[in-house]
């Protein structure tokens, strides 16, 4: 079967936040994330790749979503998923942080969310980089 769409490559995906300023403090100091403001309402998130998260300034609350949604950053180890929650709970008050989780390790993958100030959910794993490439080659899973 063919798509109505010829396959393209995924470029970007689009957040909201109440306050561009605070929101990218938040993505650089906290995430770790590139940030450039090519429109005075708008910023782009990058941390390499292809991909990338346009951030757009509403100037109101952006609504809140479930943690289901969210973003995940991928570190290399365990370790750094530890040091990563040690820094979000220091980083907290100063921030904006409205809600850290605990550290959970599922199959070898160790991950924890928070969700910043804007209710935007994200998600720190070691989950390795090769397990969606895996993923789409096992398939759909039956029933």
């Given at each position: 079967?063919?798509?109505l769409?010829?396959?393209?490559?995924?470029?970007?995906?689009?957040?909201?936040?109440?306050?561009?300023?605070?929101?990218?403090?938040?993505y650089?100091?906290?995430?770790?994330?590139g940030?450039?403001?090519?429109?005075?309402?708008?910023?782009?998130?990058y941390?390499g790749?292809?991909?990338?998260?346009?951030?757009?300034s509403?100037?109101?609350a952006?609504?809140?979503?479930?943690?289901?949604?969210?973003?995940?950053?991928?570190?290399?180890?365990?370790?750094e998923?530890?040091?990563?929650h040690?820094t979000a709970?220091a980083a907290r008050d100063?921030?904006?942080?409205?809600?850290?989780?605990d550290?959970?390790?599922?199959?070898?993958i160790?991950?924890?969310?928070l969700?910043?100030g804007?209710?935007?959910w994200w998600e720190v794993?070691?989950?390795?980089?090769?397990?969606?490439?895996?993923a789409?080659l096992?398939?759909?899973?039956s029933?």
């Amino acid at each position: 079967m063919s798509a109505l769409i010829p396959r393209t490559r995924l470029t970007h995906g689009t957040i909201e936040t109440k306050d561009g300023a605070r929101a990218r403090r938040f993505y650089c100091d906290v995430l770790g994330l590139g940030s450039v403001r090519p429109l005075p309402e708008a910023q782009y998130l990058y941390n390499g790749g292809p991909w990338s998260v346009v951030c757009v300034s509403t100037g109101e609350a952006a609504p809140v979503n479930v943690v289901e949604n969210r973003f995940c950053l991928r570190v290399e180890t365990a370790a750094e998923v530890d040091a990563a929650h040690a820094t979000a709970l220091a980083a907290r008050d100063e921030h904006g942080i409205a809600e850290i989780g605990d550290v959970r390790e599922e199959n070898g993958i160790r991950s924890f969310v928070l969700r910043d100030g804007d209710g935007t959910w994200w998600e720190v794993s070691n989950v390795q980089a090769a397990a969606y490439d895996e993923a789409f080659l096992r398939g759909d899973v039956s029933g």
